[in-house]
T-cell receptor, first 115, second 111 residues
Framework: GAVVSQHPSRVICKSGTSVKIECRSL??????MFWYRQFPKQSLMLMAT?????????EQGVEKDKFLINHASLTLSTLTVTSAHPEDSSFYIC???????????FGPGTRLLVL | GDSVTQMEGPVTLSEEAFLTINCTYT??????LFWYVQYPGEGLQLLLK?????DKGSNKGFEATYRKETTSFHLEKGSVQVSDSAVYFC??????????FGKGTSLLVTP
């Protein structure tokens, strides 16, 4: 089946630093990838839609200058949390869809803790 | 806008009990509907889906039917196992295929 990986699985950083999270589709090409954020015991909230070769589309309330998304190839999208603060601590999850398909396949998530 | 409402958990059942997790939705147009499952310490996995009214999605003994008249997509299983313990998310596919999730329902099955 379709597999999506994320790296790192867990990261701890100091306030003010930047953190990059990678999302890879391992056995299929993904024109579109999605980035979600999940708070403890809550649902996933869509942050942005990442399209290969074009700018990401951000949801209302998500700061595009803080959460930089790059989808440089059909198998890789990155999310960079710039100048991270403790309130950015969360579980970040990516998903990917095969080109032209509706079903999304999810990565295992990245737990970010900002001290 | 589009939204998904699912029953609050946690749900605790004995092994072999019947499971129903309710899910209703509000949407413009005709979205596809999904159930995802998140096992402890793992990412979300697609459990089943339905793309149009009256479609029934099924997988691993779980079933859900797309009911347009009641805007529902309830998840059912006739006999749950301990290994079914997880968090279940109902979701609909909106514009651009982005998913709109319910809050999740935690299921604990005891031996």
């Amino acid at each position: 089946g379709a597999v999506v990986s994320q790296h790192p699985s867990r990261v701890i950083c100091k306030s003010g630093t930047s953190v990059k999270i990678e999302c890879r589709s391992l056995d299929f090409q993904a024109t579109t990838m999605f980035w979600y954020r999940q708070f403890p015991k809550q649902s996933l909230m869509l942050m942005a839609t990442s399209n290969e070769g074009s700018k990401a589309t951000y949801e209302q309330g998500v700061e595009k200058d803080k959460f930089l998304i790059n989808h440089a190839s059909l198998t890789l999208s990155t999310l960079t949390v710039t100048s991270a603060h403790p309130e950015d601590s969360s579980f970040y999850i990516c998903s990917a869809s095969e080109t032209g398909e509706e079903t999304q396949y999810f990565g295992p998530g990245t737990r970010l803790l900002v001290l | 806008g589009d939204s998904v409402t699912q029953m609050e958990g946690p749900v605790t059942l004995s092994e072999e009990a019947f499971l129903t997790i309710n899910c209703t939705y509000t949407a413009t147009g005709y979205p596809s509907l999904f159930w995802y499952v998140q096992y402890p310490g793992e990412g979300l996995q697609l459990l089943l889906k339905a793309t149009k009214a009256d479609d029934k999605g099924s997988n691993k003994g779980f079933e859900a039917t797309y009911r347009k008249e009641t805007t529902s997509f309830h998840l059912e299983k006739g006999s749950v196992q301990v290994s079914d313990s997880a968090v279940y998310f109902c979701a609909l596919s909106g514009s651009g295929y982005a998913l709109n999730f319910g809050k999740g329902t935690s299921l604990l099955v005891t031996p």
